[in-house]
């Protein structure tokens, strides 16, 4: 027993999350290991593998050219203040150019036929100007008088913070030691002695044709702009680098992380190793006791090792896809990064990404461990269980390898039947072959018994689902008349048709109650509401000596009377919604009575700044109900006051159109519609968000509703800003008119 305990040791839950930490601390050594080199491959390039000193990298180099390239600029090109004030480094044609591209000059005529004196204050004329470009002329001619000495001062002054910058930048560096001489061999510039330069190990020497560079293994890259200054200038630039090192500048601090670099990398290969031998041998460990409390044991699977094993391994190479092209995307975002605080973030990032991309493929290799030890793992494949599915067919579990087997019993007995009939005879029993045909004749007869019965089953079972399609969800199916091989099926469709009724019923019966709920509420919120506007009117009356009172009474009177309007919208739509309003359908000027709820909304559409335009071709007469029209045409132009652009027109087509009258009424909306245009027509939806006008979000679903009981249909389509609202009504049909004034004829006689 001693024995068995010890060898199960290893089994353990403690051992196993032990491994299972240790595994992920070694994979996050791993990931750090990465992010050093990530960051030494930034800073270096991989030159400090290769690179004996500091001087052989192409950092160095690089920043050594920029130094460089800052004493060029500082004493050959603006050499002295002096020089710079009194105008000697400008450059005529970048500063005539800049000053051109700052007040949006752009050459023709004028500029081509004029030139700008030297003193840039004034222009001199040399060809001819067209007479209808005089006026150009005069306003060129007055923007470089204006304007151009004062941007030659900004460019001067430009010129001498760049040259303040460069000697600023050339007094910090310590280990970089320059003179530049003249044609004639003078000193003209640097901060230290040809004697000195001469003395050093690494040295540079540039002039316009002859260059010399013992500075490292890499050549001196040029910039073209500094070498076009050393070309026109016929100087000679002596450099030169210190060695060893003095403390105090750049320089000295990129040999220090070069230094620390280079002294790093064995140190990285050496933790990398060790923590990939670590997570190596706790994969192994973990792999070994996955699954299993002692050696040996039944094998306990988890939800992951439910998924096909090819399903499996797609979705795992699918995730490492993934993570391999947004892992390479981060890292040359870090390398190219120049904000610290967002290269902290993206290698956040990418750790995080990199943790779940090892904890699946642990959660992976640990899976098919499991399915292994138990061997299960090629029964676990979609293959096998297809394979398995297909001999299914032929155990009887499903209808469908039910009828497979019931065909093959068929034609078997057929053949077996058919067969005995035919050898009879040849065996010497011509008497059994009579029988054997009367044996086939009786069989067949008892399948088609039992195949019309069972067709006669599945159209019971059709009529009952195409009454149930009707919203008959009564329709009796009997079971009883049902074959055994249908009777599941047929249960199936019993128990939708008693599930819809329910359903249908309880959702009518929500929507009565829903109907009645509003309608008493808003009817008991009535008597209570009139009391209060009576009061609020007598309290109007009364002459109030105090103003701030007199303002309550005000606003007491304005709410009391929307909320009037809200109850009475709210009743209106609770009638419509239920069809409890009732419809007296008429002969109706659609244009008349669009055109007389217009003159009722005049004034409002006056305060606003609307202007409408009517267009209605021919004469339309709709057959509807004319007081559900007028609320229709209220609502329409009372959400155009609403929500319209103040000071914009709105414009209403009234026409004809397959046995409908058409009324579309097209605005432009004050504020964006960023929202599904079709939730406008569900109750309390408002087109304004804030609710800051006044409605109750009934208006349209009022109308809607309204439209529909009248046989219409209303619609809404929305273009960028653009509302439009649809109302289609049918027709007044003539022959309707014709038996009215017949009917009424023979009523008068």
């Not at 309608?519 to 009364?542: A, Q, R």
Request: proline residues 2%; aromatic residues 12%.
């Amino acid at each position: 027993m001693a024995t068995k305990s010890k060898k199960s040791k290893a089994y353990q839950m403690k051992f196993k999350v032990t491994a299972a930490v240790l595994f992920f601390a070694c994979a996050i050594s791993i990931f750090f290991c990465g992010i050093v080199a990530v960051n030494i491959s930034k800073e270096w390039n991989w030159d400090v593998i290769n690179a004996d000193t500091v001087y052989d990298t192409e950092e160095f180099c690089e920043f050594f050219s920029n130094t460089l390239d800052q004493a060029v600029l500082a004493d050959i090109y603006y050499q002295s203040e002096g020089r710079i004030e009194a105008g000697l480094a400008v450059d005529r044609e970048e500063l005539l150019n800049g000053f051109k591209r700052y007040y949006g000059i752009i050459d023709g005529v004028i500029t081509g036929n004029t030139e700008v004196n030297e003193t840039y204050d004034g222009l001199i004329v040399y060809g001819n100007i067209p007479e209808s470009l005089h006026e150009n002329l005069t306003e060129y001619e007055e923007l470089v008088e204006s304007r151009l000495p004062s941007y030659y001062k900004m460019y001067i002054q430009r010129q001498l913070d760049e040259y303040k910058n460069c000697v600023r930048y050339l007094d910090g560096m310590k280990n970089f030691l320059y003179y530049v001489e003249d044609e004639n061999g003078n000193v003209i510039g640097g901060n230290t002695s040809k004697s000195e330069i001469g003395e050093a190990e690494r040295t540079l020497v540039l002039s316009a044709g002859f260059s010399s560079d013992h500075l490292g293994k890499n050549p001196y890259y040029f910039d073209v702009y500094d070498n076009s200054i050393l070309e026109e200038s016929n100087f000679k630039f002596y450099g030169a680098i210190r060695d060893p090192l003095l403390p105090g500048d750049e320089f000295y601090d990129l040999w220090q992380d070069f230094g620390f670099a280079k002294q790093s990398i064995p140190i990285l290969f050496a933790v990398f190793a060790l923590s990939l031998l670590g997570l190596l041998a706790c994969m192994i460990y973990l792999i070994r006791v996955t699954g299993q409390k002692e050696k040996g044991g039944k094998v306990q699977f988890t939800v992951v090792d439910r998924l096909y094993n090819e399903i499996h391994f797609l979705l795992v190479f699918l995730l490492y896809g993934v993570a391999f092209t947004v892992a390479t995307t981060l890292i040359e975002i870090i390398l190219q990064g120049r904000v610290v605080f967002w290269n902290y973030v993206f290698a956040t990032i990418l750790g995080t990404l990199y943790l779940v991309a090892v904890a699946v493929l642990l959660s992976y290799v640990l899976s098919a461990a499991r399915q292994f030890k138990d061997r299960s793992f090629f029964r676990n494949t979609w293959i096998s269980a297809s394979i398995r599915r297909m001999s299914e067919l032929f155990t009887g579990k499903t209808f469908r390898g039910w009828m497979v087997i019931v065909m093959l019993c068929y034609g078997l007995g057929n053949c077996v039947i058919m067969g005995m009939m035919v050898m009879a005879p040849y065996y010497g029993h011509p008497k059994f072959s009579l029988l054997a045909g009367i044996g086939l004749i009786l069989f067949n007869v008892l399948c088609m018994y039992w195949f019309i019965r069972a067709l006669r089953s599945l159209k019971e079972i059709m009529v009952s689902v195409k009454e149930s399609s009707k919203g008959n969800f009564s329709y009796p199916l009997d079971l009883n008349k049902i074959s055994p091989s249908f009777l599941n099926f047929a249960e199936d469709v019993a128990n939708i048709q008693v599930g819809l009724k329910n359903a249908v019923d309880d959702a009518v019966k929500g929507e009565r109650m829903k109907a009645e709920l509003i309608t008493n509420v808003s009817h008991d919120l009535k008597t209570p509401l009139t009391s209060i506007i009576s009061y609020v009117d007598l309290l109007k009356k009364e002459k109030l000596e105090n103003e701030r009172a007199s303002g309550y009474v005000d606003i007491l009177h304005e709410k009391s009377y929307r909320l009037k309007q809200l109850i009475e919208d709210l009743i209106e739509a609770s009638k419509a919604s239920s069809g409890n309003l009732t419809v007296t359908k008429m002969r109706v000027d659609y244009k008349q009575l669009t055109l007389q709820a217009m003159g009722e909304m005049e004034d409002k559409m006056e305060a606003v700044g609307l202007t409408f335009k009517i267009s209605c071709a021919e004469p339309v007469f709709i057959h509807a109900d004319g007081g559900h029209m007028w609320r229709i045409l209220e609502n329409l132009f009372s959400n155009v006051i609403k929500y319209s652009m103040p000071h914009s027109r709105v414009y209403v087509d009234i026409f004809k159109m397959d046995g409908y009258g058409i009324l579309v009424m097209k605005n432009i909306s004050a504020a964006p519609i960023d929202f599904d245009e079709t939730r406008l027509t569900e109750r309390f939806v408002r087109g304004d968000a804030s609710r800051t006008t006044e409605g109750s979000g009934l208006g349209l679903s009022i109308t809607q509703s309204l439209a529909e009981i009248q046989d219409g249909t209303f619609g809404i389509q929305v273009d960028g800003d653009l509302f439009k609202a649809v109302v289609s009504i049918p027709l007044w049909e003539e022959e309707e008119e014709d038996e009215e004034s017949i009917t009424e004829e023979k009523e008068e006689e």
